[in-house]
């Protein structure tokens, strides 16, 4: 049975015309699914009974199972999913004053082994399909409690630019005004610096935002942070953000999680001005989750604004991150890996 969900709005019509029936019926459709949020074919009341039946013999619309879902005291939820070949994943769910924000994964596990996040402890499983992202999202919209969903960030279990083309194809089916309707410059994919696929990105023409996992301002911190900085040096990595930027005329963000002991100084702080001298781009300071398993912890807070403070003194622009969903242990890969391990 097919996924319904792996189709766009015309390859659905040609199915339609070819089934006999009329293609304004895949708009009804469509409507049903992504916008109204349905996920039963026979509760599409205005599709003719035999349509309907016919969907039911041939698709599918949901393929995994929301089995855990907690909500933290600041309104942050994450959900756990059971996919259909019994592998887990995670969406978190950030509500703000003016948005909410869902947070998906594109992979079971990563291969990537940050020293600071927890998706890569089981090891990496698989890539995930488009249509599993676009459950996903069909899955927070649906869960948003009436609220609009308004921002994606692909930034979840997994490395979205090592599962490129099925991350590809997700967002302009989420992008599309017959689907979700979220505009691209609220969608944002995170990387841990692939450069090829940053440079395929920047030809993209899509208008989405990119943000590249720093977390470090040399390469032996980065390094001993993030192993992908041995096949990826840091200098490297800057030279084609600089590209990309120039590229697309669009700001990247750094995202920088501050680890006690290891990054937070203002011996850090001087050497990330310096390599992000003249760049459009911003800082996204993040203070670290408590990770047991990883032995990693946040800063004092004294610290951590002092090394924002300096960045700021010297032109870079800055934004620190609130923790959300402390409590519900929301950081990337921590629900799935206690479940898991019951």
């Not at 659905?12 to 349905?38: C, D, M, N, S």
């Not at 995994?64 to 907690?70: A, E, Y």
């Not at 969406?91 to 004053?97: D, F, G, M, R, S």
């Not at 090829?196 to 720093?214: D, N, R, T, Y």
Request: glycine letters at 6%; proline letters at 3%; aromatic letters at 6%.
């Amino acid at each position: 049975m097919k996924d319904i969900k792996d189709l766009d709005l015309k390859e659905l019509e040609e199915i339609l015309t070819g089934w006999g029936e009329r293609p304004f019926h895949a708009r009804q459709i469509f409507a049903w699914v992504y916008k109204k949020g349905v996920t039963d074919f026979e509760a599409m009341s205005d599709l003719p009974s035999d349509l309907r039946r016919r969907l039911r013999e041939n698709f599918s619309i949901l393929n995994s199972k929301l089995i855990k879902r907690i909500k933290s005291g600041d309104g942050t939820e994450k959900l756990l999913f059971a996919l259909k070949d019994n592998n887990f994943i995670e969406a978190v769910i950030i509500p703000a004053k003016k948005r909410i924000t869902g947070c998906i994964s594109t992979q079971v596990g990563c291969k990537f082994a940050c020293h600071f996040c927890a998706s890569g402890i089981s090891g990496f499983k698989r890539n995930l399909t488009d249509s599993e992202m676009v459950e996903e999202v069909l899955y927070l919209k649906n869960n948003s409690k009436g609220k609009k969903l308004t921002h994606i960030v692909f930034m979840g279990i997994g490395e979205p630019l090592d599962n490129y083309d099925n991350v590809i194809k997700a967002i302009r089916i989420i992008n599309s005004p017959h689907t979700f309707n979220i505009g691209a410059r609220r969608i944002t994919i995170s990387t841990s610096g692939i450069i090829p696929a940053i440079k395929k990105l920047s030809g993209e023409g899509l208008q989405i935002e990119l943000s590249v996992s720093l977390h470090a301002a040399d390469d032996k911190t980065r390094l001993r942070l993030m192993p992908i900085n041995k096949i990826y040096p840091l200098k490297d990595l800057i030279t084609v953000c600089r590209e990309y930027i120039s590229k697309t005329n669009r700001q990247i963000t750094f995202e920088y999680i501050l680890i006690k002991d290891i990054n937070s100084g203002l011996q850090n702080a001087l050497k990330l001005s310096k390599i992000l001298k003249g760049m459009n781009c911003k800082v996204n300071l993040i203070p670290c989750n408590v990770i047991k398993e990883l032995n990693v912890q946040s800063p004092k807070k004294s610290e951590i604004l002092l090394f924002r403070d300096y960045l700021l003194k010297s032109g870079i622009n800055v934004t620190l991150r609130r923790p959300r969903g402390e409590d519900i242990e929301a950081a990337c890969g921590q629900l799935r890996l206690r479940y898991e391990k019951t």
